[in-house]
């Protein structure tokens, strides 16, 4: 199973609209897939589901779970002050150590407001799933200036529409 998640709890991001255009690609491809958008975390999951809480948030538990399922994971992080969002890696944190993440494929799809399409972000990132033994795809997507390039639906720059067209491709390989 592949799962696509989008890296941010914020509501109607542009890393979920991403997600869902490499969802109707991998949909053309007759691939299947599902989606695991961090906006659906519950508020409190710091809380209540980490820590001695491990296993006590059952909103939390049904996230985590289509982690444990997946073979390949797509993620979409945006660049939050020159890093991932800390959402994510708190969530990671809540995963059961060390095996969730271990031996399964990763894929990277950074996007940022500025220049540099985050990849000081996604190397920060893949430090972290290296540490926790995921194979990463070596193409990473670097997308930036995303308001420029994106439309909310599509890719308005032709060269990103091809770079992840080639991403899909790489990653089903992968």
Avoid: C, W
């Amino acid at each position: 199973m592949i799962t696509l998640i989008s890296g941010t709890n914020r509501a109607q991001s542009t890393s979920r609209a991403i997600v869902n255009l490499y969802a109707s690609m991998l949909e053309q491809r007759g691939q299947a897939y599902q989606i695991l958008d961090l906006a659906d975390l519950p508020a409190d999951f710091i809380e209540t589901a980490l820590y001695e809480n491990t296993g006590k948030n059952e909103q939390f538990n049904a996230l985590a779970s289509k982690i444990a399922t997946s073979d390949k994971i797509v993620f979409v992080v945006p660049e939050y002050n020159s890093s991932f969002p800390g959402v994510l890696k708190a969530f990671i944190d809540g995963l059961a150590y060390p095996n969730t993440l271990k031996d399964k494929k990763g894929a990277l799809i950074g996007l940022s407001s500025g220049m540099q399409g985050s990849g000081i972000a996604l190397s920060h990132f893949s430090d972290v799933l290296n540490y926790l033994g995921m194979h990463v795809m070596a193409m990473r997507m670097k997308l930036a200036h995303i308001e420029k390039n994106f439309d909310g639906q599509q890719f308005t720059n032709k060269f990103y529409q091809e770079l992840l067209e080639q991403h899909v491709e790489q990653f089903l390989k992968f």
